[in-house]
Each structure stands twice: as structure tokens, then as C-alpha cells.
């Protein structure tokens, strides 16, 4: 994640730790390790963010951080790929005489279906299933826990469990989106400068080279124009965090591009949140013009994550008033 710096699951470096090493090709010609601190822990997010602090002379150079990418949560199934070191990989060698054991290299294929796991905030990851030797309180996937989770060679995720109830064939990666959703400011700002996250991610590709496409809103011709400010209020919250409407004259501007006479009657305030909903309501009275309210902002938004985020509010309410 940069020359300095490593990402793992936060339950992998639950404190109190008195020692912490990290180690690079172990049992090949080229392994070296290191010593390292934890610089961010975050259970929530179940992330951790080290800092090596004694790298060898001579240590290969990273050469790049990683592209990370977010899914947008709609009716799609992606390949994905992980590397770790699971339980049932242990192995023993006598070769020099005496007996070890080690757990060697996993490297998983698998693939995952974004509409699982929301409410945790993870991804299912749907991989072959190993034997289960373990026993009834061990896994067969311990080991995983913090290898990054690839699709299109972008980082969507980090292994972080193994729930025994969705069976062997399944593992659980918290989502990079998860990241930005609980993490503080601070925290992001370790990661994006430390590990290379954007502030914005890009999304992932399908497995033919496009971009998954988010989700579009369905017609919000059929909306009562009844609907009290309770009932707007996930849209508004979602529509209030648009860089298009939150720079300056960035309501005025959009509305330029709707029937003229949503500007004309809409209430004026000086709290972004409601004026747009003054324009909701506006538009409710106007057949047609909240949906074209919504392609402009489109047009001005492009693909961004929020209003992916304001695609799906306003499809949960067109769905809860059809």
C-alpha cells in the first residue's frame, strides 16, 4: 500500500500487542520482514493501517499504490481473487531433518454477488470449498482475515470473516465503500495519504471491460405530491450532498435545465437542505419535472458516489409509493 505502509483487518492486531512483524515471501529466496506499529484502528470498519518502522536494507521497492474501486449495489455477480494463508493450507516439512509446519500460499478464486451481506456492510464472497478438517470450533479459513479482496485490479475489499453458518463455500469482505461510510475525516485522510485512497473511488469493471452501471432511478412521475418532508428526507439528505448543488449558485444553475417554472415558484431560503425541498415539492405540482430534475443533475454529476447514493433513495421511494 505504499513503501511503508500495510493493510489488514483490525482484528488481526487486536491490542494489547507488545511485538508486531509483518513478513514478505516467507520461505522464498527473497523474504524479508519487518518490524510495525499500528498508525489506525478502526473496529468498525474492522481495518488497520500499519507502519513499518525497521525496513531492511536493500528491501524491493513498491512501485505503485493500488487502484481501489467501489460496487454499485445492483443485480450483478463479479470474478474476484485473494491471497492468504488459511488453516487448512497447514502443512509439515522434514526435509532438513527436522520436523515444522507452515501454512503455505492460498491464492482464492471466486466470485461475488454485491446485493449479499448489505446490512453487515460486507461482501459474499463465493469461493471453492475446502474439507472441513478443523473441527466444530475451528475454521478452515482462518488465515484470511485481512488478505485484500481484487476485481478488475482494483481493491474492493478486505477478507474479514468466515460466518460457519453460510458454509464453507462462503467468506465475508468488509467493502472499501464500508470505509468511507464509518471512518472519520482524520482516518480518511491517514488512508489517502498513507495507502493511497482517493477520495473518491472510481467503480469496478465487469468482467467484459465496462463499468458496472449503477442503478437508475425509476419514474418519479407517480409520486403523490402529497409527500411531507419525514417522507423526502433520505432524498433531500442524499440530493444536499451533490457537489453540484452544494457549490455556490449550484441549485440555480441545475434548475436551469428544468421546466422554468419550477424556479419561478419555489420557496427561497438560505439552508440548502431546504430549498431542495422546496424544489421537491415544487416538482411534485408539476408533472414530469422532477424525473428531468433528476437527468440534469445526472448530466452534472456524471458517475459519482453520491449520487449513486441518491439513485438508490429515490428508487426505495418510488418503490415504497407505487
Known amino acids: 500500500m505504499g513503501e511503508r ?3 489488514t483487518a483490525a482484528h488481526v492486531v487486536e491490542p494489547p500487542l507488545t511485538t508486531l512483524v509483518v513478513r514478505f515471501e516467507a520461505d522464498q529466496p527473497g523474504e524479508w520482514v519487518a518490524g510495525a506499529q499500528v498508525v489506525l484502528h478502526s473496529a ?4 488497520a493501517l500499519l507502519e513499518m518502522t525497521d525496513c531492511p536494507a536493500g528491501t524491493p521497492p513498491v512501485h505503485h ?6 460496487l454499485p449495489e445492483t443485480d450483478v ?4 481473487t485473494a491471497v ?7 502443512r509439515e516439512d522434514s526435509a532438513e531433518g527436522a520436523l515444522s509446519r507452515y501454512r503455505d500460499s492460498c491464492h482464492v478464486e471466486g466470485t461475488v454477488s454485491v446485493l449479499s451481506n448489505r446490512r453487515e456492510g460486507t461482501l459474499e464472497v463465493a469461493v471453492p470449498p475446502p474439507a472441513d478438517e478443523a473441527g466444530p470450533e475451528r475454521s478452515p479459513w482462518e488465515g484470511m482475515s485481512g488478505a485484500a479482496l481484487w476485481s478488475d485490479g482494483a481493491v474492493i475489499g478486505l477478507i474479514t470473516a468466515h460466518h460457519r453458518s453460510d458454509g ?3 467468506l465475508a469482505a468488509v467493502r472499501v465503500q464500508r470505509w468511507y461510510d464509518v471512518l472519520v475525516p482524520a482516518e480518511l485522510e491517514l488512508l489517502q495519504a498513507c495507502a493511497g485512497l482517493p477520495a473518491r473511488p472510481g ?3 465487469s468482467p467484459d471491460g465496462t463499468a458496472v452501471p449503477s442503478p437508475r432511478s425509476p419514474s418519479l412521475a407517480s409520486l403523490p405530491h402529497t409527500l411531507t418532508m419525514s417522507e423526502l428526507k433520505d432524498l433531500v439528505d442524499a440530493l444536499t450532498a451533490l457537489p453540484a448543488l452544494r457549490r455556490q449558485n449550484g441549485l440555480d444553475t441545475v434548475l436551469e435545465g428544468v421546466d422554468p417554472r419550477v424556479a419561478a415558484h419555489r420557496p427561497r431560503d438560505d439552508r440548502l437542505r431546504y430549498e431542495v425541498y422546496g424544489v421537491l415539492r415544487t416538482c411534485l405540482r408539476y408533472p414530469g419535472t422532477l424525473d428531468r430534475f433528476m437527468e440534469v443533475l445526472r448530466d452534472w454529476e ?4 453520491e449520487l449513486r447514493k441518491v439513485d438508490r433513495v429515490a428508487a426505495e421511494l418510488a418503490v415504497r409509493h407505487s
Open 5 to 7: 505502509y500495510v493493510l
Open 44 to 47: 468498525r470498519a474492522d481495518l
Open 65 to 70: 499504490t493500488p487502484r481501489y474501486a467501489v
Open 77 to 80: 455477480t463479479l470474478p474476484v
Open 84 to 90: 492468504g494463508f488459511p488453516r487448512f493450507k497447514l
Open 168 to 170: 464453507l463455500g462462503r
Open 203 to 205: 467503480p469496478v469493471r
Open 302 to 305: 456524471e458517475d459519482s458516489e
